[in-house]
C-alpha cells in the first residue's frame, strides 16, 4: 500500500512538474518577445506562492495562467499594441457575436464601477464560481477608488471604457474627446491595460461620445440581453429579463456601480448558476470577439475552397 501511494505520489508531481515546464515554455516564449523586466520574477512568485499554501494543481495553474496572460496583456500594451480588440471590429458596434449552434457561449458584462462594496462582492461571486466577466468601468470611479480597479485586472477580467462622467447630454467633439481618451488613460495608469473597448452611457449612440470613440477605432460594445437592474426589479424579475433574451454568442448587461446594486449581487449565483444549467461557458468580450473573428476566417476560407463555376 505504501508503495503504490508514493508511486501515486510522484505521478501527480510529476504531471503538475510537466504542466508547469509547459507553461514556463510558453512564459518563456512571451518574454522573449516582449521582453518584459519582471515577467520571470513575478510568474516565480505566482508559483513559489502557490507551493508555499499548498494550493492544489489545478488551481495553481489557474493563478499562473492568469498571471501570464496580464504579463503578457500588459506588455503588449506598453508596445501600443492592443490585444483586446481583433482588427475586424475596431470602430464596429457589438451587440452580440452570432456563432455556429455548438459554441454555446455567453459574456457577462457590469457597468458603472468600481463602486464601494457592490464592485467587491461581485468579484468575490465571480472569483468563487470561477468566471471572468467584462467591467465597463467610470473614469471618475478609477480615480476614486484604484485598488478596486486594479483588482478587477489582477483576478482576470477585462476592464473597459465608459466614459469618465457618465453623462448621457449632448457633448461637443472636445468634452466627447475628454470623456473617452482620459478614461482610457487612468485605466492605463491605474492597471497597465490600455482597452480599446467601449461602451457608452445609456446606450446613447448619438451624444458624441460613440462617435469619438468609433472615429479613434475603439470597438463600442453594446449588448443582446439587458437585466434593467438599474431600476432595482425583485431577483425572479432581473432573472426573467436576462434569459428571455439570452442567446449563444449573446451579451448581457448589468451594474455594479452607479447606485444600489443589492439585488444584482444577489442575483448574480443564480444568473451563473442556471447559465450552467443551460450548457453555457462564460467569456469575456475580447473572448467572445476572437471566437467570432476565427469562425468568420473559417467561413471565408472554406468559400475560397469551393469550387467556382
Known amino acids: 500500500m505504501e508503495h503504490n501511494h508514493n508511486k501515486s505520489f510522484f505521478w501527480s508531481q510529476g504531471i503538475y512538474i510537466a504542466l508547469l515546464g509547459l507553461a514556463g515554455t510558453f512564459s518563456l ?143 461637443n467633439p472636445q468634452v466627447a474627446a475628454y470623456e473617452v481618451a482620459n478614461t482610457t488613460d487612468i485605466i492605463l495608469k491605474t492597471t497597465g491595460v490600455k482597452t480599446s473597448l467601449f461602451r457608452p452611457p445609456g446606450g446613447n449612440m448619438r451624444n458624441g461620445v460613440a462617435s469619438y470613440a468609433r472615429s479613434n477605432k475603439y470597438a463600442i460594445i453594446m449588448w443582446s440581453s439587458d437585466s434593467i437592474d438599474y431600476s432595482r426589479p425583485a431577483v425572479p424579475r432581473l432573472l426573467n429579463n436576462i434569459f428571455k433574451s439570452a442567446r449563444p454568442g449573446g451579451i448581457v448587461l448589468m451594474h455594479d456601480g452607479g447606485g444600489d446594486r443589492s439585488h444584482t449581487v444577489k442575483a448574480l449565483p443564480e444568473i451563473i448558476s442556471r447559465f450552467r444549467k443551460q450548457g453555457y461557458k462564460f467569456v469575456t468580450i475580447p473572448e467572445l470577439l476572437e471566437m467570432k473573428d476565427q469562425e468568420s476566417e473559417k467561413i471565408a476560407q472554406q468559400q475560397e475552397l469551393k469550387p467556382k463555376n
Not at 505566482?46 to 499548498?54: D, F, G, L, R
Not at 489557474?62 to 504579463?71: A, D
Not at 465571480?126 to 489582477?154: C, H, M, W
Open 29 to 171: 516564449a512571451l518574454m522573449i518577445m516582449f521582453k518584459p523586466n519582471n515577467s520571470e520574477a513575478q510568474i516565480k512568485d505566482t508559483i513559489t506562492t502557490s507551493i508555499a499554501n499548498n494550493t492544489p494543481v489545478q488551481q495553481r495553474l489557474e493563478q499562473l495562467k492568469v498571471e501570464m496572460l496580464n504579463i503578457w496583456q500588459k506588455e503588449a500594451q506598453s508596445k501600443d499594441v492592443a490585444p483586446d480588440v481583433p482588427s475586424r471590429f475596431r470602430g464596429a458596434t457589438i451587440e452580440e457575436a452570432k456563432l455556429a449552434p455548438e459554441h454555446k457561449v455567453i459574456a457577462l458584462t457590469f457597468d458603472d464601477g468600481p463602486w464601494p462594496k457592490s464592485t467587491a462582492q461581485v468579484l468575490d461571486i465571480l472569483k468563487k464560481e470561477n468566471v471572468k466577466s467584462t467591467f465597463f468601468v467610470v473614469g471618475q470611479n478609477v480615480k476614486n477608488y484604484p485598488a478596486l480597479t486594479k483588482r478587477i485586472v489582477d483576478e482576470g477580467h477585462t476592464i473597459a471604457n465608459h466614459t469618465w462622467h457618465h453623462w448621457y447630454h449632448q457633448m
